[in-house]
């Protein structure tokens, strides 16, 4: 809260702030007191609001935006497979990755889980592969090993055994064990549904649901959350939580040591529970969304599922080479996870009892069917002003759009294409994989689209994320659908003011403006005149979240008061 006196705690001047408000306006300087923007306008006036404590930094003409917010990022989980296993994201080889697995076999011991974070593919490593079962073998003979590739989880012998998977173990419905089409042999790679079998028998390699500690989560969060800072992100929206993952967040915020404004999703067994029982297990929480505050609030219930990734999306179209996940099988267009029926019936229920779900939809297929269950929901009460979520829609088509408009819902962007191009291509062909995330069309139909990563890397990049939708280029195979190309004041607005909108939190932060949450970023470059190229080198000279600097570039030579200082 602002206190009645009009000085200023902080005052930035002598710079170029991206208000990011309803006219994009740019001014010079910006005042802070307390946790909040005091003032925002030309040098001459906001040094009027200096009192003899003020800290005043002159920015000598460097760019500050409003704090970036990643509308979906399953930040917990990711931080905590990073911080625990070995990170896939930074490599570029497979002797990289063997590496890093013999380091991590001393590390942990003989017999320990070696896991891993997601964020590579074959195609972005220098062989094009990824390592063979023998290579796993080879660098940890006794340690079992499951890495998160884009096309499953790669394990080792040592894994299959502890999970009592043998050549003969069948295949579950809508998932494979892959073997050599030659010997019958396993490969060690699972897709699909076969990745759950990773579980048995007491072992939670996988890195999801049970596998971590309150203690390692708590650790993880508090490393993966600086980096997030040194990134320029200030806020996150985390869907598919489960209830001991929240407890962790809650922890963090009693001890006052969030850095980050969370807003979580909760997660729920929409597949094997009934629709009565996701009722009663809703019911009982007592409570209804949106609820916190400024720094951790419950957002809403997710991640449901009415398609899979991007070997599963549920497309029109046939698959121009089978993944895994449809081996065998022929015109395969994908997997629903979902009955059209009981999608329908919890969308009803959820409206009933206040909820609002976040829903993963990445075919085109997937939001005609996502679109029914909403106007399924909407006709037993108006979804108008509640602020539903069309998450992903990477083939989001122009027939869609009025269908969104009038549901009036908010839909959730990523970047993917930026990094796994060639995987969207090979699956369901270069000429639709040009059409992934047609934001501008949205856009331009005046639909609230947030940006976010769904990445696995810690930190993700917002900057990667611009530059793919503003100059549509991917990271090594060109530019795709350059139509699609937004500018760049709708690219900050998706990863500021928009992310906000999602949360129900545009009026406190988002943009800076007087009222709102101190949360800024300062920048190395000019965003809005620099070539295009050099949006992937900006970075944070300094980060600040509720008026306190969170992160400063070493190289960034200002001293910031210790008061002033997290």
């Known amino acids: 809260m602002l206190r ?62 409003p704090g970036l917010n990643d509308s979906h990022h399953h930040f917990m989980n990711r931080a905590a ?3 625990t296993g070995i990170r896939l994201d930074q490599f570029t080889s497979v002797p990289q990755i063997l590496d890093a697995l013999v380091a991590k076999a001393k590390e942990l011991g003989t017999g320990e889980i070696i896991i891993s974070n997601a ?28 890495l998160t590739f884009e096309d ?32 019958g042999e396993l490969t060690g790679v699972f897709a699909g549904t076969a990745q759950r ?40 929206r985390n869907p598919s939580l489960q209830p001991y993952e929240m407890v962790v967040y809650q922890r963090l915020w009693q001890n006052q040591e969030l850095t980050l404004r969370i807003a979580m999703d909760v997660n729920v067994d929409h597949v094997n529970l009934s629709v009565e029982e996701l009722e009663k297990e809703l019911g009982a929480w007592g409570i209804r969304p949106p609820f916190g505050d ?40 994908g997997i629903q996870r979902l009955s059209c029926e009981k999608l329908n019936q919890i969308c009803i229920t959820l409206n009933k009892l206040g909820w609002r779900p976040l829903v993963h939809a990445g075919g085109d297929v997937a939001v005609d069917i996502l679109l029914d269950a909403f106007a399924a929901a909407d006709q037993v009460s108006s979804l108008r002003g509640k602020r539903w979520v069309l998450d992903h829609a990477h083939y989001g088509q122009s027939r869609h759009i009025e269908r969104v408009k009038e549901l009036d819902l908010v839909v959730a962007m990523q970047y993917h294409p930026y990094m796994y191009y060639p995987v969207f291509a090979l699956y369901h062909s270069a000429k639709k994989a040009t059409h992934l995330f047609p934001a501008r069309d949205w856009l331009e139909e005046g639909i609230m689209v947030a940006g976010g990563s769904d990445y696995s890397k810690i930190p993700p990049s917002p900057f990667e994320g ?24 709708q690219a900050l607005k998706m990863y500021t003011l928009n992310s906000a909108h999602l949360t129900f ?4 932060k988002g943009s800076i403006e007087p009222g709102k949450l101190a949360d800024l970023v300062i920048l190395s470059g000019d965003y809005l005149t620099i070539p295009d190229e050099e949006i992937l080198e900006l970075k944070p000279l300094a980060t600040l979240v509720g008026g306190k600097v969170v992160y400063q570039d070493q190289d960034y030579e200002v001293n910031f008061p210790t008061n002033l200082v997290r």
């Open 466 to 489: 611009i530059y793919f939708f503003v100059t549509r280029r991917t990271k090594k195979w060109g530019v795709i659908g350059p139509e699609h190309a937004v500018t760049r004041e």
């Open 294 to 333: 400024e720094w951790l609030r419950v957002n809403g219930v997710s991640e449901l599922w009415v398609d899979q990734s991007t070997d599963g999306m549920l497309n029109s179209w046939s698959y121009s080479t089978l993944p895994l996940a449809g081996e065998g099988q022929v015109n395969y267009r």
């Open 505 to 508: 939190e545009e009026s406190i």
């Open 81 to 83: 497979r990073a911080y």
């Open 152 to 183: 499953g989880r790669h394990t080792n012998t040592k894994m299959m055994k502890l999970c009592g998977i043998t050549k003969d173990h069948p295949n579950p419905p809508k998932g494979i064990i892959s073997r050599d089409p030659q010997t």
């Open 4 to 65: 009645t006196d009009s000085y200023a705690d902080l005052i930035f001047y002598n710079g170029k702030i991206l208000t990011v408000d309803q006219d994009f306006s740019i001014q010079q300087a910006v005042a802070i007191q307390d946790t909040k923007i005091l003032a925002v306008g030309s040098n001459e006036t906001i040094k009027r609001l200096a009192g003899e404590n003020t800290t005043q930094i002159n920015l000598n003409g460097k760019t500050v935006i």
């Open 119 to 146: 964020g590579c593919a074959a195609e972005l490593l220098d062989e094009g592969r990824t390592p063979t079962l023998e290579e796993l073998d080879q660098v940890c003979p006794d340690n079992p090993v499951v």
């Open 197 to 236: 079998l990773l579980l048995s028998q007491g072992s939670t390699a996988t890195g999801d649901i049970g596998v971590f500690t309150e203690n390692q989560l708590y650790t993880a969060v508090l490393w993966a959350q600086r980096l997030a800072n040194s990134a320029g992100i200030t806020s996150v």
